[in-house]
């Protein structure tokens, strides 16, 4: 089936570094959602881009959908100690019909601040 | 303005018992999905509601589990018979009516099930 690859895995930054994230995907998908997780809770939407080439941003948080529509990025600047968690990029496959209302996620970034 | 609820948070079971779980979407969000995610993994999607309809399941879905929305509104979550693989969070989540922000889904706390 389908697959996201997001990388990296993991990462361990100094406080008030800037972080990259990004999630490719084999086909062409016509959504892109970024989402925090902490440990024991759900998931947190932070950014939903719809356009290929579109740059949003929330906040600290930056993220772009990609071009070829096969890739988005998540860049966090100036982090912080409540940045620590599990990032998830997720994206809705275009198939050419109505939304399939199923939602595609990458296997998670996790990030560490030290102070 | 609440969020979305899932009851119970948490649930240990026996295997070969079954497990009901609940999810109160978000007011007005007419679509309801269900999720599984596994330690170390992404959510996995199971399926989805729109109002009372069930409009897609995953193969993951096997003939143990079974959801409903009977009143376009809270939906249900069982599984029958349970297995230790079932151990897993099961996420709920909703998305508003409105086309453009329909595939923005907020999720609720999840409920860990545990089967021993």
């Known amino acids: 089936g389908q697959q996201l690859n997001q990388s990296p895995q993991s990462m361990f930054i100094q406080e008030g570094e800037d972080v990259s994230m990004n999630c490719t995907s084999s086909s062409i998908f016509n959504t892109w959602l970024w989402y925090k997780q902490d440990p024991g809770e759900g998931p947190v939407l932070l950014i939903a881009l719809y356009k290929a080439g579109e740059l949003t941003s929330n906040g600290r948080l930056t993220a772009q959908f990609g071009i070829t529509r096969k890739d988005s990025f998540l860049n966090i600047s100036a982090s912080i100690p409540s940045d620590v968690g599990i990032y998830f990029c997720?994206?809705?496959?275009?198939?050419?019909?109505?939304?399939?209302?199923?939602?595609?996620f990458g296997q998670g970034t996790t990030l560490q601040v030290k102070p | 303005d609440t969020g979305v609820s899932q009851n119970p948070r948490h649930k240990i079971t026996k295997r070969g018992q079954n497990v009901t779980f609940r999810c109160d979407p978000i007011s007005e969000h007419n679509r309801l999905y269900w999720y599984r995610q596994t330690l170390g993994q992404g959510p996995e999607f199971l399926t989805y509601f729109q109002n009372e309809a069930q409009l897609e399941k995953s193969r993951l879905l096997s003939d143990r589990f079974s959801a409903e929305r009977p009143k376009g509104s809270f939906s249900t979550l069982e599984i029958q018979r349970t297995e230790q693989g079932d151990s897993a969070m099961y996420l709920c989540a909703s998305s508003s009516r409105l086309a453009e922000t329909y595939n923005e889904q907020f999720f609720g706390p999840g409920t860990r099930l545990t089967v021993l």
């Open positions: 997720a994206g809705q496959e275009s198939d050419g019909s109505s939304n399939t209302g199923k939602l595609i």
